[in-house]
Each structure stands twice: as C-alpha cells, then as structure tokens.
C-alpha cells in the first residue's frame, strides 16, 4: 500500500511539472512571436504568418484580435485550438477562463506541444520574411512599397497538430 502510494505521489509531481513545463513553453513561445511584431511592416509580417498558419483570413484575426484581446500568438493558440477540437474559437475562449493556455490545451483534448510547435513554425515564417524583406531593400529601392507576403514554411510532418 505504501509502494502504490508513493508511486501515486511521484507520477502527480511528475505530471504537475511536465504540466508547469508546457505552460511555461507555451507563453515563452507567445511572448517571441509577439515581440517579432515591433514595426507596422513587422505587424503585417506576423498577421501575414499567422492567417497562413491557421488557415483564418487576416480580417477576421484582427476581428478576433480586437474583440477577444488577443495578442498575435494568442491567436495563434486560440484558433489552433478551435480547429484541432472542432469547437469556434468563442467557445474555446468562453472555457479559457482563468486558465493557461495549456492547460486549456489538454481541457480541450489537444497536445499542447503540437501548439508550440505551430508557434515556433509560425515564428520561423515571420523571420524569413523579415529577412527576406531586408535583403530586398538592400538591393531595390528603400522606399518600395510595404506589400508583404510571408515567405512560405515547409510542409508540417504527416498527422500535424497532435490530439490526446
């Protein structure tokens, strides 16, 4: 009996902190995209990054964003979290009430690293198209128009967004 409670004891902290792991990650992972965003260019680059990367049009992110408070990288996790469970992203915001956001991750029966990984992907286009946008203006006019398009990012691995 005690073996089996130890045992119950030591998987608890060992979830707990694997839990606490993923949130910390994940707002990590929120906090970098969220900084790529310092200029109006850098603005339209990440709204760019990520309507490609959750498949929502800009205009209805900077619905979202302006409705729900969200923050470009919580749009990223909302709407990822919307499409993997199937649910609209209201209700996954109706549910996040107090919660993290990965602990809403797993509520919601979604991995949450299968969330960060969509996050850093997402980061990973934002600084191609940062870049890329550098070496234009080196080499064609600085004054060119501020028409971005996001550089593409490879093709996710079979079975994408992982669930539970």
């Known amino acids: 009996m ?35 965003a310092k200029t109006a260019v850098d603005k339209k680059i990440v709204l760019g990054a990520v309507a490609q990367q959750t498949n929502v049009p800009e205009k209805t992110l900077e619905s979202q964003m302006a409705a729900m408070h969200l ?12 499409e993997r469970s199937g649910q609209a992203v209201t209700n996954v915001m109706a549910r996040k009430k107090g919660m993290g956001w990965a602990e809403l991750s797993r509520e919601v029966k979604v991995n949450p690293v299968s969330v960060i990984d969509r996050l850093r992907t997402t980061q990973r286009v934002v600084q191609m ?36």
Do not use: H
Request: with cysteine; proline share 7%.
């Open 129 to 164: 198209s940062q870049t890329k946008l550098k070496q234009t203006q080196k080499t064609k006019n600085p004054n060119a128009p501020d028409s971005i398009t996001p550089v593409r990012a490879p093709a996710q691995p079979p079975g994408g967004m992982g669930r539970y």
């Open 71 to 82: 923050t470009y990288g919580e749009l990223v996790v909302a709407n990822s979290l919307a």
């Open 2 to 36: 005690k073996t089996l409670i130890l045992f119950l004891v030591v998987s608890f902290c060992s979830a707990s902190a694997v839990f606490a792991e993923d949130d910390a990650t994940l707002n990590q992972a929120i906090a970098t995209l969220n900084a790529q």
